[in-house]
C-alpha cells in the first residue's frame, strides 16, 4: 500500500458538534484528541470521514450537508453524515451497543439485556454504513473502522459485494473468554472481527483475551511472532492483530497548560478553594468509571485520617453522558446522594469536602483545572486506556501533580513506573494511597511525574496513528521501545 491512499475514517459520531437553536441548526468541529491526530493525515491523504451526527428525530438531509460543507472546509477533510431513524437510536445504539456490549466488555455482565431486536438493528445500521462507505470510497482506499459499535461493517461490506481494505481499532477492553462466552451473539462476533485484515487493541491483555476467545471457537489457529503486532493464522488465511495504545496531543496540552491564562486561572481556583490539597476527578457519567467507589474512599481517607478533615478537597467533574439509559439516571442520583451524605457529614463553615459539578467545562478551563489540582484520581472499575490521566500529566508544568490510577484502567500499564495505582474495590488501600499521595516527599513526585510525562511525550497521540497506519499496512512500527510496553 503506497503511503498516499485516500483514508476513510468511520465512527458512530461524526467529530462534530450539533446545535439546534430557534429551529437553525449550527455545526462546530469537535475537538477530542482523535480528530485532533487524525486531521493532518486526512489533510495529507485526502479522504473523509463518516458517521452519525447524533441527532435524534427528523432532519432534512440536504439542509444538514449544506452546513457541514464549511466545517468540511474547515477541517480539512470531508464530512458525510449518516442519520439514524428513532428505533435504530434505542435498538443499535443504546440497545446493542450501550446496553450489550458496553457493559459486557467492561465485565459488567449483569447489565446487560441480550435482546434480539437489538442485534437486529445492530446488523441493520451496520448494513447502513456499508451502503454509505460503498458509494463514497473505492479499492483503493484504506477504511479504518473506530470501535465497538461497528464490528461488523468488514462484513456488511463483503455481503454487499463491496471489496474494500478494511481495519479495526477497538477502544475499549476486549473480555476474557469466561465473560465472552455469555454473549448470544459470540461466535458471530469473533467471525465478523476476523474479517478485518488489521484488528487493533489497546493493550497486550485486550489482545491476548480476543485471541483465547477466537481459539476456543478456531483450537487450530496459531500466532506467530510476538511484539505489538502479531499475526494470527486462523480459518485458513492470516491476520495482523496489534495492541497500540492511544494517546493524547502532549505538546498541545503542555503548551495550553504552560500559558499565562492556564496559569492565572488555576491560581483563581486554588483561591477559591479552603483546602490545602485538591484532589481532581474528571470522568464521563458511567458505571464503568468506578465514580462511587472513589467517593467512598475519599471518605474513608477523611474517617481514617482526621487531620486530614479541613485540608483536603475533591473536586468532580461528571461529564453527562448517555442520558436515555436507565443505568446512567440511577448512578448520577446515586452519585449525588453520596456526595451530600459525605459534605453533610465532614463539612465545616469553612471547608467542603467534595466539590462537584455535574456538566462540561471548555478545554481552556480543564486545562487550568489539571494544572491546579496536586492529585488526579482516576478510579475506573474498567477502562480501554483513559485519556483523563494522560492529560493531566501532560498539564502538571512543574511536575509536582501525583497520580492516583486505577490498576484496571488501560493506561496503567505504560504509566506503572510513575502513578499510585490502585484496586478501587479496595477502599482501605485507595483511602491509604491518597493520604500517601498528600505525604510524598516532593523530589518522588516530581521524579514520578517525570517518567510519565516522558512515556507520554514519547507515545502521544500521533506517534499512534502513524504506527497504527503503518502496522495496517504492512510496514515495522517506529520509535517503539518494545521493552518498555
Ligand atoms: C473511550 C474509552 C479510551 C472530559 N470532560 C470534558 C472533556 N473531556 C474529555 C477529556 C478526555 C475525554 O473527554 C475522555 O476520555 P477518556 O479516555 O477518559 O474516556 P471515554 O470517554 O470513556 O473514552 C477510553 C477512549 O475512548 C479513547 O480510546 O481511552 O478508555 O472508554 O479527552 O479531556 N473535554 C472538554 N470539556 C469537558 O468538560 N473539553
Redesign the pocket.
Known sequence: MADKERMIVVSNRLPIILKKRKQKWSVEPG????VTALSPVLKDRGGMWIGWPGTRGRINLSGLRKILGPISEETGFRIVPILLENGEIDNYYYGFSNSIIWPLFHDLEALCRFQPQYWEAYVRVSDKFAAVIAKHSTEKDIIWVNDYQLILLAGSLERLGVKRHCVFFL??PFPSPDLFIKLPWRKQIIDELLRFSFLCF?THRDRRNFIDCARSFYPACRVVGRGAIVELEIKGHTIQIGSLP?S?DYKRFRSMASAKEAALRSREIRKDITADFLVLG???L?Y?KGIPEKLRAFARALEKYPHLQGKISLFQ?I?PSREGVAEYGALRDEIQKLISEINGRFSTTAWVPILYRY?????KE?VAMYRAADAGFVSSLK??????CK?YCACQTDYKGVLILSEF??AAYQLRSGAILINPYDVEATADALYYSIFMKEEEKKNRMRRMCKSIRERDVYWWVNNFLRAAAGKELKDFPEAEL
Request: hydrophobic share 45%.
Open positions: 475537538a477530542g484528541g482523535l477502544h475499549i489497546q492511544i493524547i474528571i470522568d464521563r458511567d464503568t467533574l461529564i456538566g462540561t467545562v471548555d478545554q480543564l477502562d480501554g486506556m483513559n485519556l483523563v492529560e484502567a488501560g
